[in-house]
């Protein structure tokens, strides 16, 4: 079984993989075991942290094709299956041990400080001077508004003013 984590923290909470009947809860805090067929085919994706152990040395040989290609494209192999699981896991009679994790570079996070609240600003109310109208776009816009468009300019300024 295969150890896979989130590079980053979700604020939506854990990625849900459903697969194989399986739902497997993905978080940047802890590591979730899955089969290595399911991590095979999260191999190369940047969000990812996918980490081989030897519980999946005997697990590469039952891999169908198309998931052998995949691991040996991920980790640059060539040859057969018991040739890859000898490449990743090397016998113990050997001194070499594979760095089985597969590095994704890590962006740091921005650590998000605490919001602090701006005062609003001041509204500043602009008094429209309608008297720079004429009668004709006083009238349009007070009938806009539902209003009367009776009475004199100076009526229908007083209005517009009150209006606001």
């Known amino acids: ?6 590079v980053r923290h979700r604020p939506t909470g854990p990625l849900l993989l459903r697969r194989g009947g399986q739902t497997y809860a993905l978080t940047a805090q802890e590591e979730t075991v899955v089969p290595l067929g399911i991590a095979v085919g ?3 994706d940047s969000g990812l942290l996918v980490e081989l152990d030897a519980s999946d040395s005997s ?3 039952t ?6 290609n995949l691991l040996k494209r991920e980790f640059n192999l060539e040859g057969d299956a018991k040739a890859v699981k000898d490449a990743l896991f090397p016998s113990k ?7 089985l994790i ?7 996070t ?26 004709k776009q006083l009238k349009e816009m007070l009938e806009e508004k539902g209003l009367s468009t009776d009475g004199k300019k100076a009526d229908l300024v007083e209005r517009m003013s009150g209006a606001e």
């Open 1 to 6: 079984m295969a150890k896979v984590k989130l």
């Open 63 to 68: 891999l169908n094709e198309y998931l052998l």
């Open 59 to 61: 697990d590469i040989l």
């Open 93 to 99: 009679k050997k001194s070499f041990i594979p760095n």
């Open 42 to 44: 999260m191999l190369g």
């Open 110 to 135: 921005p650590v998000e400080e605490p919001a602090v609240e701006e005062e609003p600003e001041e509204v500043v109310e602009e008094t429209v001077d309608y008297s720079q109208y004429t009668v």
């Open 102 to 108: 597969k590095e994704t570079p890590v962006e740091e």
